[in-house]
């Protein structure tokens, strides 16, 4: 009996020790070793200097930082918008239709597409002189498309959309479920007392799905504040006057183009601060609007 | 099952031990690493010589490493005790790999390098000073051997150019000028000189303007006299530089750059000969002039192949020259073999490099491929020049090697953070958003900042 429950706790431990030792070895370890290169110059061929914390003032001075940081936050607008149109999508996907569920496939297959994919897709879709959006502009409303990833002004707008479109599907289920869990007594009684479509959705609908509005926003930030594949791919040199560049970007750029492995790992440490302090402030002001039934 | 077992015990000891080991141990043919299996290979066979594995990595396009891994053929038959495992790795890619395989401790025994990277490499003792190996080797006669290409693998343990050789050089890459002959002869125009000097800026606009041409009357351009007119030719033309190696000072800030610059830009912005950034955006300027829609366009011998299949006669040209200096320029890129210094077959892999650069049978077999100008200069002077093959005036590429070729600006730079900030924002003067010189004013004292930051 005894010798049964020790090989048993035995094999517990083995289990355990699988995802501890992964997390150890490829989490915790370049986590302090990042943070330990960040106070260094480290061009991976020489051995590591001590710097200090020159890494990061050059961080405050550097232009490229903050137009990466610019960008970013400018990138943040495509979560209300992405909100918006889930959540119109999701009211529409609820419907009792015939063949729905061949439509909530069709909007979900963006989110399963690798991002590399997609990026190369919309590169072509967006390209000035023969992409299929410039002359769908020019056959239907004969207006000249702007040159989408090569313009200053266009190529924020252009990931955004792109964002646009491969996000929606994700956050239109999270809502759909969210639709289907308000019980439908809400609505009889709000009916009762003669209230109209609109006010059903914005007194009832809207804030009866806040946990997930709460929960779109705090993975919408922190996601933005990752984004990288779709800028590497489609405007691999930060795009015309930086415009394009995230600071993920930035980061890259720094650890494995110039090689200034100590300052990369600055970067990204403030932008780990970044996220952090967000999210948090996020979770303070949840509290207001954000119901937990 | 023995075997294996050892070498997940081997694998496993090297992750413990953090990864030391070099390239020779990871592919399984040091002696201290696996002398079991060895053992069990071969007490059937009696072996002549000890077999030797080298890893060679470089980058390129297919037709590149088509015509390395048939070198690669010819060497092994040459060479049969020794086995080269080639990797080609996308060019984008390439340094990012390069250095974390060294990082790692585990980089090739010959891989490409040039510039930026092989001055930090040279100065951080990562690649072989292969002086005694040359020393040795009846293959090296440098007196045949195109020193403008040599002298960028020296290193005297301080700066470039000077010292002990580091590499070899794979090729010389003259950027040179190529036109198309037919659009020409139908815009009734004669042909370009081949020799400098013959021809200044002010002849190359007016030309271009006369090929310019909207064919089907859309108001837009369907043909453009020219393309790509880079930029680092017109600044050393004219007699100016993006930065002084020998002081570290950024040049940009001097009339003779903005001049160029203005030029440059103004081919585009108020003559309209060359297609706008938009237009390069919508079809890059190498379709373009494949597709026989661009008059004079640069070009390196790599393209070659390429443009023998060319539907239309095209031909070399030299550079226009600066009418202020008289002068003319353009860039002489190179990419070297350079050896790991942590290589356990070092004379091996000497010998892949020495071949695959200096070889007579290597280098014809490379020309003839059209991938490059022979590193020989008795071979780049008579096979080459006399192949049959276009450009007719082959010439041109060996004078830009011996004559006004100049080493592109990465090189000498150890960090090229200014030079891509430079590039990015020059997309303000590019697209008549500032002129060059106010541009240039502007951004001088970023750059310097930049420079310092990461050459010091």
């Given at each position: ?8 706790i ?5 289990f ?5 030792l992964g997390?150890?070895?490829?989490g915790l370890?370049?986590?302090?070793a990042?943070?330990?290169?960040s106070f ?6 020489t ?8 890494n990061y ?6 232009e ?6 610019f ?14 149109i889930s959540?119109l999508?999701?009211m529409?996907?609820n419907?009792?239709v ?5 439509f ?10 690798p991002v ?6 919309w590169m072509?879709m ?11 502009l020019?056959?239907?409303?004969h207006?000249k498309?702007?040159?989408?990833l090569?313009d200053?002004?266009?190529v ?8 646009l479109?491969g996000g ?5 289920v999270l809502?759909?479920a969210g639709l289907?869990s ?17 006010q ?5 609908t809207?804030?009866?799905?806040s946990n997930?509005h709460?929960?779109?926003v ?8 990752q984004?990288f594949?779709?800028v ?9 006057e930086y415009?394009?560049?995230t600071?993920?970007f930035?980061?890259?750029q720094h650890?494995?183009e110039?090689?200034?492995m100590g300052?990369?790992s600055?970067e990204a ?7 952090l302090i967000l999210?948090?402030i996020q979770f ?6 954000a119901?937990?039934d | ?6 070498a ?5 000891l090297?992750?413990?031990t953090?990864?030391s080991s070099n390239s020779?141990?990871?592919?399984g043919?040091s002696?201290?690493n696996n002398?079991g ?6 007490t059937?066979?009696n072996?002549p010589a000890?077999?030797v594995?080298l890893s060679f990595?470089?980058?390129?396009d ?12 010819s060497?092994?038959t040459k060479y049969p005790?020794?086995?080269v495992?080639?990797t ?8 990012q ?5 060294t990082?790692?401790?585990k ?7 040039s ?6 490499y040279?100065e951080?003792?990562?690649i072989l000073?292969?002086?005694q190996?040359l020393?040795k080797?009846?293959l090296?006669?440098?007196?045949n051997v195109?020193?403008?290409a040599?002298d960028?693998?020296r290193?005297?343990?301080?700066s ?7 590499g070899?050089p ?11 002959k ?7 125009v004669?042909?370009?000189?081949s ?5 200044t800026w002010?002849d190359?606009?007016?030309?271009a303007?006369?090929l ?5 009357g859309?108001?837009k351009?369907d043909?453009y006299?020219a ?5 680092e030719?017109?600044?050393w033309a ?7 190696y ?13 001049n ?5 830009a ?7 000969v ?5 237009d390069a955006?919508?079809?890059?300027n190498?379709a ?5 829609k661009?008059?004079m366009f640069?070009?390196?011998?790599w393209?070659q192949p390429a443009f023998?299949k ?18 003319t320029?353009?860039?002489?890129g190179?990419?070297?073999?350079a050896?790991?210094s942590?290589?356990k077959?070092?004379q091996?892999?000497?010998?892949l490099?020495?071949f695959?650069s200096l070889d ?6 490379n020309?003839e491929?059209?991938q490059?100008?022979?590193?020989l ?6 096979d080459?020049?006399?192949?049959g093959k276009?450009?007719?005036h082959?010439?041109?590429f060996l004078?830009i ?5 100049h080493?592109?600006?990465e090189?000498?730079s150890k960090?090229?953070?200014?030079l891509d ?6 997309s303000?003067v590019w697209?008549?958003k ?6 240039l004013?502007?951004?001088a ?8 930051k990461?050459?010091?």
């Open positions: 009996m005894i010798s049964y429950r020790r090989k048993e035995g094999w517990a431990y083995g355990v020790a699988i995802p501890v997390f150890l070895l490829f370890l370049p986590l302090i990042s943070g330990i290169l260094t110059k480290w061009d991976m061929v051995s590591p200097k001590f710097v200090g914390f020159t003032v050059n961080l405050w001075k550097d490229k930082v903050h137009k990466g940081l960008n970013t936050f400018f990138m943040l607008i495509h979560i209300p918008l992405g909100m918006f959540l999508l999701a529409l996907m419907q009792k015939r063949g729905v569920s061949i909530r496939t069709i909007f979900y297959i963006p989110v399963i597409s590399v994919a997609v990026s190369l897709l072509w967006l390209n000035y002189d023969f992409g299929l959006v410039n002359q769908f020019w056959d239907w409303f207006i498309g702007p040159n989408w090569g200053p002004h266009w924020k707008p252009s990931l955004i959309l792109m964002g479109w929606v599907g994700g956050n239109m809502y759909l289907q308000i019980s439908s007594t809400y609505y009889e009684a709000a009916e009762v007392d003669g209230a109209n479509a609109f059903k959705f914005t007194r009832i809207v804030p009866l799905l997930i709460f929960f779109v705090v993975m919408g930030v922190i996601g933005t504040f984004a594949s779709q590497y791919v489609m405007v691999p040199d930060g795009g015309p415009s394009a560049a600071v993920v930035n980061i890259f650890a494995f110039y090689f200034d300052y990369a600055a440490w403030m932008l780990g601060v970044i996220i999210t948090m303070r002001l949840s509290k207001r609007w119901y937990n | 099952m023995k075997v294996k077992h050892f997940l015990g081997a694998a496993f090297v992750a413990l953090g990864c020779a141990g990871s592919n043919n002696p201290a002398t299996t060895k053992n069990a290979d071969n059937a066979s072996a000890e077999k594995e990595m470089g980058h390129g297919p037709n590149e490493k088509k015509i390395f891994t048939e070198l690669i053929q060497f092994e005790n020794i086995k495992n080639y080609s790795v996308p060019p984008a890619e390439y340094d790999k390069l250095t974390t395989l990082a790692a401790g980089s090739p025994d010959v891989f490409y390098v510039g930026p990277a092989f001055y930090r040279a951080s003792g990562t000073n292969i002086q190996y020393n080797t009846d090296f006669k440098p007196d195109w020193k403008q040599t960028r693998y290193y005297d343990g301080k470039l150019g000077k010292g002990d050789l580091y070899l794979k090729d010389v890459g003259p950027w040179a000028l190529a036109y198309n037919d659009l020409f002869d139908k815009a009734n004669p042909y370009p000189p020799e400098a000097g013959k021809w002010d190359f606009l007016n030309t303007k006369k310019t041409q909207d064919t089907n859309d108001g351009t043909i006299g393309a790509n007119f880079p930029l030719g017109a600044v004219n007699g100016g530089d993006y930065v002084d020998s002081t570290g000072k950024i040049k940009v800030d001097t009339p003779e750059f903005a160029a610059m203005q030029f440059v103004d081919l585009g912005l108020k003559h309209h060359t297609p706008s950034p938009e955006k919508a079809m890059n190498y373009r002039f494949v597709a026989g661009i008059g640069p070009m390196g011998p393209d023998w060319l539907p239309y006669g095209w031909d070399l040209a030299a550079w226009p020259s600066s009418p202020t200096t008289g002068k320029a353009t860039w002489l190179s990419m070297g073999f050896i790991s942590k290589s077959h070092p091996e892999a000497f010998n490099a020495a695959l007579k049978d290597g280098q014809k077999q020309m491929m059209g490059a100008v022979p590193n200069i008795d071979m780049a002077k008579n080459f020049l006399q192949n276009a450009p007719e082959k010439q041109v004078d090697i011996e004559n006004y070729g080493p592109t600006v090189f000498g960090d090229t953070q200014w900030t430079f590039n990015q924002d020059a303000k697209t008549g500032e002129t060059a010189a106010a541009w004013k502007e951004i004292p970023k750059l310097q900042e930049l420079y310092d990461g050459n010091k």
